[in-house]
């Protein structure tokens, strides 16, 4: 009878209006021991772990965390089926910094505790499995990553499988505690890594936290699933990059390593997801929510080995041989030793600052770097080296090397460990293709610099780039012209190797570049040009002769000097003059506005570099006519925009 009155007295002092918030919780996780079945159903331990900032919480917020309430409900029917608001913690561990004085210069003072609670439920059979909560309000209001942490709480939980899946599972157990100092601009090196006591096979992600508790219900009987995602603040951050890091921060799938430098100070949620796996199915998630510090403390020594891969916690793919050069980016080193974590032998070492090591076989590797080891300040650091010699990229192309028609690629790429998975071409015009073996036109000629970067199965990636001539290809016949009866045109024409004219009519010779042509009669002949260049390119062009009956000048009577390439300059077109001896322009006031000598200058409508108005302007031209006679000509041409 007094229990229950205990109990009834404890949920009152937790009405609306306490504000004993859980801001000092700064992470937990729950898990479960099956302990066998009875004629009831099956019996489990639950454990609960909360982690408290014992340097910056309320006492009595702290206080309040005693007795924990712990709720199991029915997957299959949403019905609570156990409850108990009277769990007390029966362990509470001060959690090491392990950091120390003499290692770090300026050591942020901290202190955490880890409080676990225990309690025995049988839950019935059911074929759905339970999930065991706990919730509490609220998350400490500086956690950068997630909206409104101040007035959002926290669940913790677990599930336990239904027994189609595992009939007598227990949850996986993380085997470290979380870590209390984060240094910015220093390596970030974390095992989140956890056993399974059933030998079930495990995997690790970064995962979404949950809401839990709010303000107005500070310690809340736990609510059924399903629970609310935590909206994160974007960008930069979401469940995969809990905070900003370069290198980039991630979880090794197979390890549950944590690796990345973080580079921004700040609070930030980090929630780990550890499944279980077993016949190739996932029958379970043991979830660990935690926040991480990163703060501007000063390491005196830093294991440092650099990640020149994109794979995660990757030094380096090696395709080329099995020779790896080790680059050592550690400070405050006076001495090293590495392990290349060849598991067959004991030699695999070196205490080398920057050793190479041959590797005798394929595979990955675990490396690790201890710096200053055996002194007050050492540390360490791990990271895998994969070997897959070897790996080469090369191609071949074939195809006529004309603007316009299709060059073959052929993928030459070379690899020890198959398959090929993975081709990005960069044609060098603005073009790609992800394609094995492409097809590409150049729409012009030029020289390209066509780059193939390929990948295999192990990430192995290799470039190779080659010139591509394309020939820049341009068949001209030449300019059209005009000329008088019994006049000849010499033509020249350009772009290629061997020339044919079409028709041949009074040609001396079609097949060549600069034929004469011979006109006894007047008229309009069109040629067709058909120019073949020694890369086997094929174009075509057209000219066109005048030949008219006596020597003319052909001057428009307009022209728009606007600067839109369409009858911008005013120039005559002489047919028949031995010369020119002058080409003047004058405006309506009688001033010369332009002067030449030569008539394919032309006027562009400016005087003294500055533009004329619209209007009508009169011209004069000097000749020497066939015959030796000078002579000139005049009229009037009209500028308009």
């Not at 669940?155 to 240094?183: D, E, G, H, K």
């Not at 192995?460 to 006049?487: H, Y």
């Amino acid at each position: 009878m007094k229990r229950w009155v205990y109990k009834i007295l404890l949920l009152l002092l937790l009405l609306p209006g306490t504000r004993a918030m859980a801001s000092h919780i700064v992470g937990g996780e729950v898990t479960y021991q099956f302990l066998g079945a009875t004629a009831g159903g099956n019996r489990y331990l639950i454990t609960l772990a909360i982690y408290e900032d014992c340097q910056n919480g309320q006492p009595d917020a702290i206080s309040m965390d005693n007795p924990a309430y712990l709720a199991a409900y029915s997957l299959q029917t949403g019905f609570r089926v156990a409850l108990d608001v009277d769990v007390r913690f029966d362990t509470s561990v001060n959690v090491p910094a392990n950091f120390t004085n003499a290692c770090v210069s300026n050591i942020p003072q901290v202190c955490l505790l880890r409080k676990t609670f225990r309690k025995v439920f049988t839950l019935p059979f059911n074929d759905s499995g339970y999930v065991i909560s706990y919730q509490r309000c609220c998350r400490n209001g500086q956690i950068a990553n997630i909206e409104d942490p101040g007035s959002k709480g926290a669940t913790y939980f677990c599930t336990i499988p239904p027994r189609y899946l595992a009939p007598t599972n227990n949850s996986a157990v993380f085997n470290n505690f979380p870590p209390q100092i984060i240094c910015i601009n220093n390596p970030l090196y974390y095992d989140n890594s956890a056993f399974d006591v059933d030998g079930d096979s495990l995997s690790y992600e970064f995962c979404t936290a949950v809401e839990g508790a709010s303000s107005d219900s500070v310690k809340p009987i736990p609510l059924p699933p399903p629970y609310a995602n935590v909206n994160y603040r974007t960008p930069p951050y979401s469940a995969t990059t809990p905070f900003t890091a370069f290198p980039v921060l991630q979880i090794d799938p197979h390890t549950g390593i944590i690796t990345g430098t973080p580079n921004r100070l700040g609070r930030y949620l980090v929630t780990v997801c550890c499944h279980e796996w077993r016949n190739g199915k996932m029958i379970n998630t043991l979830k660990r929510e935690f926040q991480f510090v990163v703060t501007d403390c000063s390491k005196v020594v830093v294991a440092c080995i650099p990640q020149y891969s994109t794979d995660v916690n990757t030094y380096i793919v090696e395709c080329d041989s099995f020779d790896v050069n080790f680059v050592n980016c550690s400070t405050g080193g006076f001495s090293y030793h590495w392990d290349f974590g060849v598991l067959t032998r004991t030699d695999d070492t070196s205490n080398l600052a920057q050793p190479t090591y041959t590797y005798p076989d394929t595979g990955v590797y675990t490396v690790k770097l201890v710096v200053n080891p055996n002194s007050t300040c050492p540390d360490s650091i791990s990271r895998f080296v994969k070997v897959f010699p070897k790996f080469h990229t090369a191609y071949s192309d074939s195809g006529t090397q004309c603007p316009g028609l299709p060059i073959y690629f052929t993928d030459k790429s070379a690899t020890t460990i198959k398959p090929i998975t993975n081709w990005t071409w960069n044609f060098g015009d603005g073009s790609f293709s992800s394609d094995q073996n492409p097809i590409h036109t150049f729409v012009s000629g030029g020289t390209y610099n066509v780059m193939l970067i390929s990948q295999n199965i192990k990430n192995c990636v290799d470039t190779f780039v080659r010139q591509v001539l394309i020939e820049n290809f341009k068949p001209s016949a030449g300019n059209d012209t005009i000329i008088v009866k019994g006049e000849s045109v010499q033509f020249n024409a350009t772009g290629g190797n061997n020339y044919l004219w079409s028709p041949p009519i009074y040609l001396d010779n079609p097949t060549i570049s600069n034929p004469l042509g011979v006109y006894p009669d007047t008229g309009i002949f069109n040629y067709t040009l058909r120019v073949t260049s020694a890369y086997g390119c094929e174009g075509y062009d057209t000219i066109q002769v005048w030949v008219v009956n006596q020597a003319a000048f052909f001057l428009p009577t307009a022209f728009t000097p606007n600067g839109d390439g369409k009858n911008d300059i005013f120039r005559p077109v002489a047919v028949g003059y031995r010369s020119i001896s002058f080409f003047r322009v004058y405006n309506r006031w009688g001033q010369q506005v332009y002067f030449g000598h030569d008539i394919t200058d032309g006027w562009d409508g400016t005087f003294e570099r500055r533009q004329c108005d619209i209007g009508t302007y009169y011209w004069q031209i000097g000749y020497i006519d066939r015959f030796g006679k000078e002579a000139y000509l005049k009229g009037d041409v009209t500028l308009v925009k």
